[in-house]
């Protein structure tokens, strides 16, 4: 399944049109497109994908306000 494949950081169930929102972290859009296509799209249940890019990050923190 997707918890297998180390290009995924995270995975989060969400409300809305998608049912799942994946991270990834991939080396070039090859890799991307690579993943998508030949990983992702052959797990069970998977029906079809819609991608977006991150143009830049302007905050990205793993600490959490406790």
């Given at each position: 399944?997707?918890?297998?494949l180390?290009?995924i950081?995270?995975c989060?169930?969400v409300t809305?049109?998608?049912?799942?929102?994946?991270k990834?972290?991939c080396a070039?859009?090859?890799?991307?497109?690579?993943?998508?296509?030949?990983q992702?799209k052959?797990l069970?249940?998977?029906?079809?994908?819609r991608?977006?890019l991150?143009?830049s990050?302007?905050?990205?923190?793993?600490?959490?306000?406790i």
């Amino acid at each position: 399944m997707y918890w297998c494949l180390p290009e995924i950081q995270e995975c989060h169930h969400v409300t809305g049109d998608d049912d799942y929102l994946l991270k990834v972290r991939c080396a070039n859009t090859r890799s991307l497109e690579a993943l998508i296509s030949n990983q992702i799209k052959g797990l069970p249940g998977i029906l079809r994908t819609r991608t977006t890019l991150a143009l830049s990050t302007v905050k990205e923190t793993p600490a959490l306000p406790i």
